[in-house]
């Protein structure tokens, strides 16, 4: 059942994710201006290697959660959270003090990695 939720759980992140940033990143574009970076639209083995980035992601935090005995849904979003806030929220606030990415870029892929944790801790928590 573990292997199913990671499978799906990826899939889905993968598709919200998607549709999270076509729906930000004209925000992005309208605050950044010409320093927007263009992201154009993925080429398939961008999205493929995406797909098993977020695959490798569930996996993980499969992983974790079961070695904690975290796999029910209430406990599985309470780790999401804290791993969000431990490591992307870290990563990311290193990244706008250390190498001038914008705030509003790194915002955006902080809203990411939310959704992204989250939707793979109720798909994990909801199936075990």
Do not use: C
């Not at 950044?32 to 569930?58: M, S």
């Not at 999401?80 to 001038?100: N, Q, Y």
């Amino acid at each position: 059942m573990l292997a199913l939720g990671i499978a799906l759980s990826a899939i889905a992140a993968f598709i919200v994710s998607s549709v999270y940033y076509a729906l930000a990143t004209p925000f992005e574009r309208r605050r950044l201006g010409d320093a927007a970076l263009d992201r154009g639209r993925p080429v398939p083995w961008k999205a493929a290697v995406e797909l098993l980035r977020t695959a490798l992601v569930a996996g993980v935090f499969a992983w974790i959660a079961a070695q904690a005995n975290l796999l029910g849904w209430p406990s599985a979003m309470l780790l999401a959270l804290v791993a969000w806030l431990g490591f992307p929220v870290i990563l990311l606030t290193g990244s706008v003090l250390w190498e001038r990415v914008p705030v509003v870029t790194a915002v955006l892929h902080a809203g990411d990695w939310l959704l992204k944790l989250l939707l793979i801790g109720a798909v994990l928590g909801v199936l075990h």
